[in-house]
């Protein structure tokens, strides 16, 4: 069993835009590499710094972000490539829950099978949350998985989780291996019966 | 009652059980995997003591990052050549075929997976790559996943999945002359936007599909995903079991005809319901062409580039970026925007028939690739490359100044030595056109059909491809 992911509180920071999609979050030429280590370096890369390596001003990069846990974004985040590359880098970063306005299929389902919290507020309560973000760098937002809530400078936004994941995550069955492996008496009978590439009394074209 | 569509009957056959979470645990036919999102996959195996549950349903292949102008080892880069050199390790030590570069059977793996007859009616298949879906075109239930899932497939061959709602696309009329299975996928992206898919599987129909070769469908459900839907598929009939009879891992012949009875079952009953239904008017798809930053950003090649002032204020955000990003002044016209590169190849382009179909237009256009165009081809996997040198198709390439290359992902995603240089602007038959996607974080990507590609590279801009072959009503 991992560790029950129930309330995730820290300081914020906000990512702007829409539709970012995951070669943003990670370019293809950090993918590589044979392990994940290294990879919170990498994130939002070229974003963040211009082709000589100098740093550009985006959000990551100033000094009262540093050490943020929970990142805010738009919607459709995390688009395009299944690349778990992608959430690794941001849980890698230091983040620990994710507050937007809709994300990607792949994306959501990485994220919340490495315990990275992943939530969407409607988009009113999300520019609201943005906005007071920007404006508060020391303030303190907290996700709340149980209240099903976001809070932050007195204020509490509903949040919207897909009910399967957020059950995964307050019960501390986010890696859903060990669950997987129990069944496995009735999987190798699935394998004797369903057919596969080749078969035919065995697999063809195999050693 | 209701009848089922090919998703639920799939589903039901597959699915082990519910899982705490609500998710269910389900069984997985084929798993492919490829160098860049399985070694740590593997690595966490290691760690956890555990083996690989069932190699013998795994298949292997190397695509993202090999050179695709050189082949002999060790790589120039030695990252790329780590890579390689773990996928072959780990699919020693357990027990996995790879289709090793040379082998005769290397290729981009949505490639090599339907051509090598692996990719079957009924399977559920995963892969560490968003664009399995393309397996769909098979009346197959394929999605790409992260690689902590890879690592469960590999320990467990099952995943824990959530069930999807279904959405019937239907495309009845007749596609014009000129217009391709590219052009059908961005118009309907276009129409249901790239997060219309989320939470659906798409189920393509109607006349238009039902007329398309198995690689065009490929084409199709290869691109599901850039629109939001994580899986999309065709029924299995008449055709898909034309193209599979007699390949290496489809059923042999003596069990032929029960594998295609039992194959036809799989289709979405007449009667099945859906959760949506979208119907898609065919004759009115022209030659696409995208001019922002996902795929969604796509016009005709007949349209102007959108003016911020004239979209909503919720979109006004995002077409700003794009233009500024894509250097386009808003209001033009796309056609005479000029290109650096030509880029042909891709798991959503790199077949045979994308192959033929670039070639037809480079004989009917004629002439050559304009100094300052870089023309690249690059089959999809070493067997596709063989059949179009059989044919002549590298030649035809050659001879008009492309440069023919060795099988790979190549220029699609950049991850091998093939890449835009600064903010040079390239029109590709690949899927995606995200910021800095082919290599550059300032280059720029105009996605179209394989024809269109061609079209343009020896005009040096875009330009309308029925015009080239002479069929513009």
């Not at chain 1, 000094?63 to 929970?70: L, T, V, Y």
């Not at chain 2, 082949?71 to 790879?98: C, V, W, Y």
């Not at chain 2, 033929?356 to 165009?373: I, L, N, S």
Request: with cysteine; aromatic share 6%; proline share 6%.
């Amino acid at each position: 069993m991992m560790e029950a992911i129930k309330q995730v509180r820290g300081r914020a920071v906000a990512v702007p835009g829409d539709e970012i999609d995951t070669d943003r979050i990670i370019p293809a030429r950090y993918l590589k590499a044979i392990t994940f280590d290294g990879l919170g370096e990498a994130l939002f890369y070229d974003e963040r710094y211009d082709e000589a390596g100098n740093p550009k001003d985006h959000p990551l990069n100033r000094p009262e972000r540093q050490g943020a846990r929970i990142m805010v974004v738009g919607a459709g985040f995390g688009s395009g490539s299944s690349r778990e590359h992608a959430p690794q880098a941001i849980k890698r970063a230091g983040f620990a829950a994710i507050v937007g306005e809709s994300f990607a299929e792949i994306f959501f389902g990485n994220a919340t099978q490495i315990g990275l919290v992943c939530v969407t507020l409607d988009p009113e309560d999300l520019g609201v949350l943005t906005e007071w973000v920007e404006a508060h760098p020391e303030g303190e937002v907290e996700v709340d998985l149980e209240a099903r809530e976001v809070r932050f400078g007195g204020r509490v936004a509903p949040l919207a989780i897909r009910e399967a994941a957020r059950e995964a995550l307050v019960s501390g069955r986010w890696d859903p291996l060990a669950e997987l492996l129990e069944a496995m008496d009735e999987v190798r009978k699935l394998d004797a019966t369903r057919p596969g590439p080749g078969k035919r009394g065995g697999y063809r074209g195999r050693a | 009652m209701a009848g089922k569509t090919l998703y639920q009957k799939v589903w039901e056959a597959h699915e082990v059980r519910q899982l705490a979470s609500g998710q269910s645990q389900l069984f997985i036919d084929l798993h492919l995997i490829h160098e860049v999102t399985s070694p740590q996959a593997f690595g966490m195996l290691r760690e956890l003591g555990l083996g690989v549950a069932m190699p013998h349903r795994t298949f292997a292949t190397v695509d993202h990052i090999v050179p695709t102008d050189a082949r002999s080892e060790p790589f120039a880069d030695p990252l790329a050549q780590a890579m390689i050199e773990e996928l072959r390790k780990n699919t020693r030590e357990h027990g996995i075929e790879l289709f090793d570069v040379g082998s005769g059977r290397q290729g981009i793996v949505h490639v090599v997976g339907p051509e090598q007859g692996l990719t079957q009616p009924g399977f559920t298949i995963v892969c560490g790559d968003s664009h399995t879906s393309t397996h769909g075109a098979f009346g197959a239930i394929a999605f790409g996943i992260g690689t902590t899932q890879v690592r469960d497939v590999l320990a467990t061959q099952t995943v824990a999945m959530p069930k999807l709602k279904v959405r019937r696309i239907n495309v009845n009329g007749e596609l014009r002359p000129g217009v391709g299975a590219k052009d059908v996928i961005l118009h309907i992206i276009r129409t249901l936007g790239v997060k219309g898919g989320q939470g659906y599987a798409y189920e393509y129909g109607g006349s238009v599909i039902e007329r398309m070769s198995m690689e065009e469908r490929m084409t199709v459900c290869n691109m599901s995903i850039e629109g939001g839907a994580r899986i999309g598929y065709v029924n299995p009939d008449a055709t898909t079991f034309a193209f599979l009879r007699g390949r290496p891992y489809a059923p042999a012949e003596d069990e032929w005809e029960a594998a295609v009875a039992h194959w036809r079952g799989l289709a979405s009953d007449p009667d099945a319901e859906y959760d949506d239904v979208v119907e898609i008017d065919g004759s009115q798809i022209a030659p696409y062409v995208t001019w922002g930053i996902n795929p969604g950003q796509a016009i005709t090649v007949e349209e102007n580039v959108p003016d911020p002032a004239r979209v909503s204020p919720e979109e006004a955000a995002l077409v700003n970026e794009a233009l500024e990003y894509m250097k386009l002044a808003p209001g033009r016209p796309i056609k005479g925007q000029k290109i650096d590169v030509a880029f042909v190849g891709s798991c959503t382009n790199g077949r045979l028939g994308d192959l033929r179909e670039a070639a037809r237009v480079v004989r009917a256009a004629g002439g050559r690739v304009p100094p300052g165009v870089r023309a690249i081809v690059v089959p999809g996997s070493e067997q596709v490359a063989r059949q179009a040198e059989d044919e002549g198709l590298d030649r035809i390439f050659r001879e008009a100044g492309f440069e023919w290359r060795y099988a790979g992902c190549s220029m699609c995603l950049a991850m091998n030595p093939d890449k835009l240089v600064g903010d040079e602007i390239s029109i590709s038959s690949s899927n995606r056109n995200f910021k800095g996607r082919q290599g550059s974080p300032q280059g720029r990507t105009l996605l179209a059909s394989p024809a269109m590609v061609a079209a343009a590279a020896l005009a040096g801009e875009v330009v309308d491809v029925r015009e080239v072959l002479g069929v513009k009503a």
